[in-house]
């Protein structure tokens, strides 16, 4: 579950889908072209000029149109040279020691030293994937045969002005990172603060008011620790339900989902959401991306944009809060205002809680409750995946056609309160409520599965 190096079978499950390589927002304006590692492969990604290849008489075939962004093997197939160096000419990348051209396909397209004459550039090919554009982030395809289609899920029909998207860095083991996002029982103690929450509404998971409570999410989770969690299997991965009864007769329903293989979608507020992947680097480390989207209004990317900056470093998107520095622990702060003493920032309480376990986490110590209910449901499903991939058999939220891919909406996510006994039915027509107030999601109720 843990390892995704090429010809893992994760690896090859992980490939099977579409995964995010980069930020748009990254790519310099003034040369678009950036190493990346994903998987334990590296990779070259670069928007494409828009000039089309002409060869001589000893070149090879010229290249064909395969989309604005392409992604190659980082190393020249000729002595190894780094193409993150190249110049991008004629739709291609051209490597700087001895001028061989490669296409977005990874074929050598020129080799100006050779003779005239020669075939030899037909004869070599450098690792390419097919890449494209969603909403602020370049999705690549890096497995077998023909890419899947596009799932409908809402973070890629949202208009990308009801968007933002985001990345950062963490050490360890991408599994760890997800399953934090997939627990729903540790935002009751490991967001809580100790006193009041200080933060802007916007951009700040958990400090939206919870309609109908007149309690910060921070508060409300932080005074009712002991959910009710339950799961149940979805088209797209699971959907796990965290249920607390503030009353005889008033419920707080939060939702979350797996998006199988390696994202999940959780609500953001009474209006926003946001889909994060978390993608292997190499086994002990891994980005994850987020596209954030709001049903309701416009996203004011510039602020989330600032927001987000101040907490990480450039170019690689490092946590400013990281191990070498305790996450900037602070044991004052710990006693008079945050659970953690990490600062306000709850993407840093995450990371700590993920990273402060190692790269890779020995989980046969761990001692898995009845709360745990769905890391054990997403570790069951994952190694059930695995087998059934290698097997040629269907796999969760991975659409063998456009028809399938049309199918699977959504996911909802949402935080709302309902009445106890008839939550199910009440928090599925508050979310076709919202979506139908939506200037971009009213056309897809019916669709959204809920």
């Known amino acids: 579950m843990t390892r995704s190096g090429p010809g893992t079978p994760l690896g090859r499950l992980l490939r099977a ?3 995010p390589v980069a930020l748009v927002s990254e790519m310099p304006e003034d040369r678009p072209v950036k190493a990346v590692r994903v998987m334990s492969e590296d990779l070259v990604l670069f928007r494409r000029d828009e000039v089309s290849v002409e060869v001589g008489e000893g070149g090879s075939a010229a290249a064909g149109p395969t989309g604005e962004w392409g992604l190659v093997g980082r190393y020249c197939a000729h002595r190894g ?83 933002f998207a985001f990345k950062g860095r963490w050490q360890c083991n991408w599994l760890q990172g997800l399953e934090g996002g997939i627990d729903p029982s540790h935002v009751s103690f490991l967001h809580r603060f100790v006193g009041e929450d200080p933060r802007e509404a916007y951009g700040q998971q958990f400090s939206e008011e919870v309609a109908g409570t007149g309690k910060k999410l921070s508060e409300l989770v932080g005074d009712n620790f002991r959910p009710d969690i339950e799961v149940e299997g979805a088209e797209h991965g699971l959907r796990v339900f965290a249920l607390r009864d ?12 797996l998006v199988f293989p390696n994202a999940f979608v959780v609500p953001f507020g009474n209006s926003k959401s946001f889909c994060q992947w978390h993608v292997p680097i190499d086994d002990e480390n891994h980005y994850w991306f987020m596209i954030l989207y709001d049903f309701e209004e416009v996203t004011d990317q510039e602020t989330l944009l600032t927001q987000r900056l101040r907490e990480v470093s450039l170019p690689d998107y490092r946590p400013l809060r990281n191990r070498t520095n ?20 709850i993407n840093v309480h995450d990371q700590w809680a993920v990273e402060s376990m190692g790269p890779v986490q020995d989980r046969t ?18 190694l059930k995946a695995i087998d059934s991939f290698e097997n040629g058999n269907p796999v969760p939220g991975l659409p063998l056609d456009v028809e399938s ?46």
């Open 326 to 345: 305790d996450w900037g622990f602070d044991p004052t702060e710990q006693r008079e205002l945050t659970y953690t003493g990490m600062g306000l920032d």
């Open 365 to 382: 110590v761990e001692r898995l409750g009845v709360s745990d209910r769905a890391v054990t449901a997403n570790r069951r499903l994952l």
């Open 405 to 450: 891919a049309e199918e699977l909406t959504g996911p909802p996510a949402i935080d709302t309160v309902t009445p106890a006994e008839d939550w199910e039915r009440a928090w599925r027509e508050r979310e076709s409520e919202r979506r139908k107030r939506s200037p971009w999601a009213g056309r897809d109720v019916r669709r959204a599965q809920c």
């Open 17 to 19: 889908y579409w995964q």
């Open 246 to 257: 503030l009353t005889e007769d008033v419920r707080h329903v939060r939702i979350t989902n």
């Open 81 to 163: 040279v780094d193409l993150s160096y190249g110049r991008r000419e004629n739709g291609g990348l051209r490597c700087l020691y001895h001028g061989w051209l490669y296409g977005p396909d990874g074929r050598c397209l020129e080799q100006p030293a050779e003779p005239e004459h020669s075939s030899f550039a037909e004869k070599v090919r450098i690792p390419s994937y097919p890449c494209v554009e969603h909403n602020g982030i370049v999705f690549a395809y890096l497995g077998a045969g023909d890419p899947p289609p596009f799932p409908a899920y809402d973070c890629f029909r949202a208009p990308e002005s009801y968007t």
